[in-house]
């Protein structure tokens, strides 16, 4: 590999970010993060008319809806709702659950998360470790006080375990109403809202839609009709859209990134190097003669 072709650069945002934004010669630039810092790096590319591939924030949800098999859903919503603390993009933060299947969907989410394991994930049968720091546990108390100041209700957990370090937190079950400002929020932070709805599985779209981002999203049903709607032009807007599997766990083989304000960008899969490449389009006329376009012919 000759030398320059890789290079680590290591430095705050201001140091070394800003300055390869600003810099002309960085045509391309990827970044994964935050909606906030990523639209700032689009708007700070754009300047110069470089490219940006943006993966950035999700609010993903689950839909139970009332053909769901809670057997195969359930397990699928906690790997999602508390794997890695609830600290990854794809963690699944909201359940839409048709009214039929509330009380029976939270019941077995409780009991579930009453069976896990909180402590140092480097061992054996811990299933939960610490948040990524101090400032994020703060972050996971305050949405916890504004879901109930909102009008949540607590189903189960919340808080800290300050015996067990300080960025230790008993992950969160709140039922929410759809429209509750913090239910639009993306809280890097293991707190689950369960949302109802009734009808039909449009009426969960509807809700499952009315966020800002769209990176991933899952369905859990046995009914076709729902599952086909849900993968429709009508159905899911994440660039992500699952069936009876849950939103946490990419293939590596499939494109990894979202719609709206996720960004647009793809990250791995098939077709994903395309955005790190160039674009040439070449025409070669190995033949004496000179064509011309639409036919025209010059007589000298």
């Known amino acids: 590999m000759p030398e320059g072709v890789f290079n680590l650069i290591i ?16 045509r391309l630039v990827s970044f994964t ?3 906030g810092i990523g639209r700032h790096v689009g708007e700070t590319v754009a300047k110069h008319f470089g490219r940006a591939i943006l993966e950035l924030g999700g609010n993903n949800a689950a839909i139970v809806t009332e053909h769901a098999d809670l057997s195969q859903a359930i397990p699928g919503i906690v790997f999602g709702a508390v794997g890695t603390t609830g600290q990854r993009c794809t963690s699944t933060r909201r359940v839409i659950v048709h009214e039929s299947k509330y009380e029976e969907t939270v019941r077995r989410l409780a ?10 994930p480097l061992k054996d049968g811990v299933h939960i470790g610490p948040l990524v720091d101090a400032g994020v546990a703060e ?3 305050k949405a916890c006080e504004e879901a109930a100041a909102q009008g949540g209700e607590l189903l189960y957990g919340g808080g800290l375990l300050p015996e067990l370090g300080p960025c230790y937190a008993r992950p969160a079950i709140f039922k929410m109403g759809a429209d509750m ?5 993306e809280r890097f932070c293991p707190i ?3 949302i ?6 449009e009426n969960a779209l509807d809700i499952h839609n009315s966020v800002i981002h769209g990176l991933s999203s899952s369905i859990f049903t046995t009914d076709f009709r729902e599952a086909e709607k849900f993968l429709s032009y009508a159905g899911s807007d994440c660039g992500i859209a699952n069936v009876n599997i849950g939103t946490n766990g990419a293939e590596i083989g499939g494109a990894f990134g979202g719609e709206k304000e996720t960004g647009g960008g793809r990250e791995s899969g098939s077709d994903a190097w395309k955005g790190y490449m160039r674009r040439q389009s070449n025409a070669v006329n190995y033949s004496s003669e000179m064509p011309l376009a639409q036919g025209i012919k010059f007589d000298f």
């Open 181 to 185: 400002p913090l239910v639009k929020e």
């Open 11 to 26: 430095g705050s945002g201001r140091d070394v970010g800003e300055i390869m934004l600003e810099d002309s010669r960085a």
């Open 196 to 201: 109802t709805y009734g009808g039909p599985v």
């Open 139 to 141: 972050d996971y108390v």
């Open 192 to 194: 689950l809202y369960v």
């Open 33 to 35: 993060g935050s909606t």
């Open 111 to 120: 009991a579930a998360y009453g069976k896990l394991t909180i402590g140092d």
